[in-house]
């Protein structure tokens, strides 16, 4: 069991946490949820201790299992050493051993200090950890040719699933996920869920998607203006329950509003009058009444408007025989198409499949965008007349430089734009006020996203390439997402795993399977049907 007792946490004037007290108990398997933003990732560095609170105890038991946000954090090591890094306390025991026998010469002390250090090793299975990491791996369906290779290596599903493995080495009592489900395709999806079902400790998981929430949690912890309020159930369980608190609140508060009106009539009626103490005893019923302000939603919309400085030329792109590979292993194969301004590719398919592979290959003629060291094997792309590219690459977070505000960053784009517009923008997607001087490293996983977009909707580009842009984004974004890209002028190419996305948004489907791009020039619906598969 992890218990919570009267944790509080703010950064500057931005109060994440007052007074919170909450329980997360064995056998259970808890959603943690709330927009971007609202704390969940901070509140489960909090959990795991790997953050202490301002104010208030956190009790955990000894051995937790951690999957964090940044999936990318792991990228310099190998596979097989991450998985063991799962176990801290084993792995600081093994660096500082082999930093000891590295030495030219041991001192009294160092022997000692080794002695200590082995009794950790052999108390916490270390001689057997990477064949037990091994196992893990294998088991969680990364073959051994993986294990010494490196995370950057790997593409997005089979990195969850090592940064799985890392959670789960060394049997903890309690997991910790947040966001597993970003990156991964929907058969993965459907793998992790089932997965998660068997485990017997307490789980804790933040996701926004909603039908992973319904099919895997027996309970909701619902980050609500600074506290946390957990729900039986799953998210629509939660959303209802939410929904019928909220219209009793709105009832109470127009009763309440009504009084006040009366009050004040009294109030006005006869305040210059013989009543004076009626009329001061009614005064202070108002104030009264009025300090119980009715509880806020947490609820925020941010609007999103793709606008173009300029529209392209007809033709904006075209695939002349592309082929790309990895260590001899090819991805793409003679891919050519041609695609008109206006379209909005849908790229889909299996994790691994090749669509970022394909979006690199676009843009690796593209100083601005260029991912360096990347290069083509054959054939090319050629983009058309007048094409200006905005791009929001998979590892968003990654692209944004640290070290300075958001408000500067984003100005830096247009340096010639007024602060008056930056600042709209910002506000736009609810970094207002104080939130635009923040700084870049502070920023959320879905605040990271919003800022990219704040970036396309500040350079007004003629095509979008979109890579995922959906993963860490709360259910309101998503929306205001999916509005501007159906509005949007320009060309639009995009790789999701979002149903809903590609049905409402997609007039083309590149759909990757077995090694080759099927290309359909229709709607999803309409290839659903021509396909004959049924829709999920
Ligand atoms: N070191 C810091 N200094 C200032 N503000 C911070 C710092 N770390 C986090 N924040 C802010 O605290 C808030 C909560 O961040 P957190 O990462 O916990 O959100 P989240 O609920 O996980 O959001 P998301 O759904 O986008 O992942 C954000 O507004 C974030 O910018
Ligand atoms: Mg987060």
């Not at 639009?492 to 948004?505: C, F, G, S």
């Amino acid at each position: 069991m992890i218990s919570v007792s009267n944790v509080s946490m703010r950064y500057g004037s931005k109060v994440l946490f007052d007074e919170v007290s909450t329980q997360f108990i064995a056998g259970r398997r808890y959603g943690l949820t709330g927009p971007n933003g609202a704390g969940k990732t901070t509140f489960m560095q909090l959990l795991s201790g790997e953050m202490e609170p301002q104010k208030g105890v956190v009790v955990r038991p000894r051995k937790l299992g951690v999957l964090r946000q940044d999936q990318y954090a792991f990228d310099a090591l190998r596979v097989i050493d991450t998985v063991v890094m799962g176990n801290r306390g084993l792995w600081a025991a093994l660096e500082e051993r082999d930093a000891i026998y590295s030495k030219a010469e041991l001192t009294d002390e160092d022997g000692m200090r080794l002695g200590e250090l082995e009794g950790i090793v052999g108390e916490e299975d270390g001689y057997t950890a990477e064949s037990d990491a091994a196992i893990l791996l294998q088991a969680l369906d990364i073959p051994d040719d993986f294990h010494e290779r490196k995370m950057s290596e790997l593409q997005g599903g089979q990195k969850v699933r090592v940064l799985l493995a890392q959670a789960l080495f060394g049997k903890p009592q309690a997991l910790l996920l947040d966001e597993p489900t970003n990156s991964l395709d929907l058969d993965s999806v459907q793998w992790l869920q089932h997965f998660l079902l068997q485990f017997e400790g307490a789980l804790i998981v933040i996701s926004h998607d909603r039908h992973f929430l319904n099919s895997v949690c027996t309970h909701i912890a619902d980050i609500d203006y600074q506290t946390i309020i957990t729900y039986p159930g799953g998210y629509d369980d939660m959303v209802l329950a939410k929904t019928q608190v909220r219209s009793r609140l709105e009832a109470e508060n127009a009763q309440r509003e009504k009084k006040i009106a009366q009050l004040n009539e009294f109030i006005a009626r006869f305040s210059a009058g013989t009543r004076s103490s009626q009329v001061t005893s009614r005064k202070k019923e108002v104030e009264r009444l009025q300090t119980t302000e009715l509880a806020r939603s947490n609820i925020q919309r941010p609007y999103i408007r793709f606008d173009m400085l300029r529209p392209s030329g007809k033709y904006i792109l075209a695939f002349e025989q592309l082929s790309k590979g990895y260590d001899g292993t090819p991805i793409i194969r003679d891919f050519s198409a041609e695609v008109m301004r206006g379209e909005r590719v849908c790229l889909m398919g299996r994790n691994g499949a090749g669509k970022t592979t394909l979006l690199k290959s676009l843009l690796a003629n593209v100083p601005e965008h260029a991912e360096a060291g990347f290069t083509i094997d054959g054939g090319g792309a050629k983009w058309g007349h007048e094409a200006q590219i905005g791009y929001f690459p998979q590892d968003h977070l990654g692209s944004i430089e640290r070290g300075i505000t958001v408000a500067e960053w984003l100005h830096r784009f247009d340096p010639k734009a007024a602060k008056e517009d930056i600042r709209g923008l910002l506000g736009q997607m609810l970094f207002s006020g104080e939130e635009g001087l923040k700084m870049t490293d502070a920023l959320s996983g879905g605040e990271a996203a919003r800022l990219i977009f704040c970036r396309l909707m500040l350079q007004k580009p003629n095509v979008l390439l979109l890579d995922e842009p959906t993963n860490h984004l709360d259910l309101e974004t998503i929306n205001a997402l999916n509005i501007a890209l159906q509005r949007y002028e320009g060309t639009v190419l995009l790789v999701t795993h979002d149903q809903d996305l590609i049905d409402e948004v997609g007039t083309r489907i590149w759909h990757f399977e077995h090694g080759a791009i099927e290309d359909f020039k229709g709607p999803y619906e309409e290839y659903m049907a021509a396909t004959g598969a049924a829709a999920r």
